[in-house]
């Protein structure tokens, strides 16, 4: 089997493969340990180097532009209401003047109406006794002629 002596001391098989796997995790978590270090180091450097004041600056900048989208989102908002209550309002009028256009026209349709009917019936009547008296008239000659068929 193989040994080694260190500073006094002999390593036989076991030991050896205890050691070096000791050393080796030892060596390792040094690596990653000094890795860390120098994240670290890194990092607090860029830290340091932060400039806050422009940061702040920064956020007020975004801040004042949001609170006037936020004001100018409500100036649209209202403006919007109020141009549709100004639409509702003019809707109700169009439709209260078509509602009274529409009683005028049937007002007028129906007195149209009546004034038809009374003209025909007036008609009728002027030609009926038109008619009668036309009626009479034939009749008459008729009678003439059948009573007098040689005079004319």
Known sequence: M??????????KGGKMAVILTALST???ASWAGFEFYKDYMDMKEIVQN???DAIEARNQVIETKLDNA???TRDIKSGLRDDIL??????????????????KVRDMIDKAS????????????????????????FSDKLQK???NPLAD
Request: cysteine-free; overall charge negative.
């Open 2 to 11: 193989a040994e080694f002596e260190i500073a006094g001391m002999t390593f």
């Open 26 to 28: 030892l060596g390792g």
């Open 50 to 52: 932060i400039d806050v």
């Open 70 to 72: 936020i004001e100018y």
């Open 86 to 103: 100004s639409i509702e309002k003019q809707a109700d009028r169009v439709e209260d003047k078509a509602r009274n256009m529409e009683e």
């Open 114 to 137: 009546e004034r038809f009917e009374t003209r025909r019936d007036s008609l009728m009547s002027d030609n009926a006794r038109d008619l009668k008296e036309l009626e009479k008239r």
């Open 145 to 147: 002629a059948l009573d």
